[in-house]
């Protein structure tokens, strides 16, 4: 049997593979709650220079002080032939609120028994919010996610912060930027700063929607950084995987046509590539 070499240094391997993207926004009744605690008045915001404002949590609320309103896991199995997209899942508001969203989640967690999370950056965001979120609910974690409780201890805590593991000692990046360098589709559905007006103005169904995408980017560096380090997808077995999930699943998103024509391009410049091969084998002509 052939083993994939990019997975054989891991050890009671997961089943599954959950790639996952939170979208929060202030809660400002717990903010309300810090600034009794901190016996903070209008007087002392006043008078923050504002340069300052951006980093007081008085002023600008922590991540403790925000609150989950979309979670999306993209679930893949993982197999000798690499990750297969089988699954996609999302919660949010205005049919879920904080406790629903995380709850949902980790009882999905919980039936899938097996699982290694991945996200972007979520080391220092998701995986936070929603520990936190789920003691505020008074949840439990699934036995399939107890290795979160000691984040630190990466290796052994079942999540793998894709950033953090890609940029090394280097400054951490947007997640638009890495996908920028290898050419993946990102930030379709609006510009990163304007997920907050979308929440304002009701629009959840675009809400989800940011979220989903930043789960298919992620999914898709995650299918490159394996390819890197040896795995036996080909990146052009990797695109069509994920193109063709979306246009299967995904159909009605306002990102779909984008990830339908990834998958196209790619194929084209493949067999583009592959053309030009077969032109340079080609005799020359007899003069």
Not at 9 to 37: G, I, N, S
Not at 57 to 70: D, E, G
Request: aromatic share 6%; net charge negative; with cysteine.
């Amino acid at each position: 049997m052939y083993l994939d070499p990019a997975r054989i240094w891991k050890t009671d391997k997961p089943t599954y593979v959950v790639v996952l993207d939170a979208e929060t926004r202030y809660d400002h009744a717990v903010h309300d709650r810090y600034l009794a605690a901190e016996r903070c008045t209008p007087a002392d915001l006043a008078n923050l220079h504002p340069r300052d404002r951006r980093h007081d949590p008085r002023a600008t609320p922590r991540w403790p002080c925000q609150q989950i309103v979309a979670l999306s896991w993209l679930v893949l199995t993982d197999g000798d032939d690499g990750l297969r997209p089988v699954r996609m899942e999302t919660r949010g508001c205005p049919e879920f609120d904080e406790a629903g969203i995380v709850g949902a989640f980790l009882a999905d967690m919980e039936a899938l028994q097996n699982v290694q999370l991945t996200t972007w950056g979520g080391f220092y965001a998701d995986v936070p919010q929603i520990l936190l979120a789920a003691a505020a609910a008074g949840l439990r974690l699934p036995t399939s996610l107890a290795g979160l409780h000691s984040p630190w201890r990466r290796e052994a805590s079942g999540h793998c912060d894709l950033m953090t593991e890609m940029c090394a000692g280097a400054k951490p990046p947007h997640l638009a930027e890495v996908a920028a360098k290898i050419g993946i589709p990102a930030k379709l559905t609006c510009r990163p700063n304007l997920v907050s007006g979308l929440m304002d103005q009701g629009k959840w169904s675009s809400v989800k929607a940011v979220a989903e995408g930043d789960v298919l980017t992620t999914c898709m560096l995650l299918m490159r950084w394996r390819h890197l380090l040896g795995g036996t997808v080909s990146t052009l077995e990797a695109a069509r995987r994920i193109s063709c999930f979306v246009a299967e699943h995904c159909g009605h998103r306002p990102y779909a046509a984008d990830w339908r024509q990834y998958g196209d391009d790619i194929v084209a410049a493949a067999l583009a590539a592959e053309t030009q091969k077969l032109g340079a084998l080609a005799p020359a002509p007899c003069s």
